[in-house]
């Protein structure tokens, strides 16, 4: 499973060319061109990170007396306590509006015009700070295992094990908390969009194939506590 990226961005060439340039890099990209969808967009469904435009059209239904709509979009989403990494990209680039930027939750900062290769190595590096604890891209798991940071590929060996989505941000989730219990109300928060319904039959599912792949051992869970992977 690759990770998610929400992309708000209303100049229609740039937003075409970094869709492709991202899904060739692995990345599953969607695209938005004004506030209102992506608020909607990014409330509704779970993303990896977040690449917004500051100076981009409201939308139907998004208010703000801001001329940077861009930064009132974030200021938004992280009073609904969503921590999704974000990134701006804007053409901005006095200290006045990096500060801004910052804070209101921005976690960094691209000027436009700047090169394909320094946003996905700004995209990496956010992704992997989720995994502080960890100094690669790649976590091993042990007995031929290995989790890829960035792609959230389970490899065995050489070879990619099949896990589907949920699993894999199951997975994601459970070592971004080694050693730690997750709750389940969590582990809902993050596998189910808005508009879905969390099943706790399919996440005992899921826990049982990630536990047939890698040891019962490894997933712990306890009633009030939820699930914890141990190394």
């Not at 692995?26 to 500051?54: I, K, R, S």
């Not at 990209?89 to 921005?106: M, Q």
């Not at 019962?216 to 306890?222: A, P, S």
């Amino acid at each position: 499973m690759s990770a998610k990226i929400l992309l708000l961005e209303d100049d229609f060439s740039l937003s075409e060319i970094l869709c492709e340039f991202l899904g060739e890099e692995g990345f599953e990209v969607h695209c938005v061109q004004d506030a209102t969808n992506a608020l909607n967009l990014a409330y509704e469904m779970q993303f990896d990170l977040w690449l917004l435009d500051v100076k981009v059209p409201l939308g139907d239904d998004f208010k703000t007396r801001d001329y940077l709509p861009g930064f009132e979009l974030l200021k938004s989403l992280r009073s609904l306590n969503k921590t999704t990494p974000c990134i701006f990209i804007t053409s901005l680039s006095s200290v006045l509006d990096i500060k801004d930027g910052y804070d209101v939750g921005c976690d960094d900062f691209l000027k436009k015009p700047f090169e394909l290769v320094e946003l996905k190595c700004r995209i990496q590096t956010l992704l992997k700070r989720s995994f502080a604890h960890i100094g690669d891209e790649f976590l091993d798991l042990g007995d031929g295992f290995r989790f890829n940071l960035i792609s959230k590929l389970l490899y065995k060996d050489k070879s990619i094990i099949p896990l589907t989505k949920k699993e894999s941000k199951l997975l994601s989730l459970l070592l971004k908390n080694i050693n730690s219990y997750v709750p389940l109300e969590t582990i809902f928060e993050e596998l189910w969009d808005f508009n879905q319904e969390p099943s706790e039959m399919s996440l005992r599912a899921y826990i049982k194939n990630l536990r047939k792949i890698l040891g019962r051992d490894k997933i712990l869970n306890q009633h009030s506590s939820g699930y914890c992977y141990v190394c």
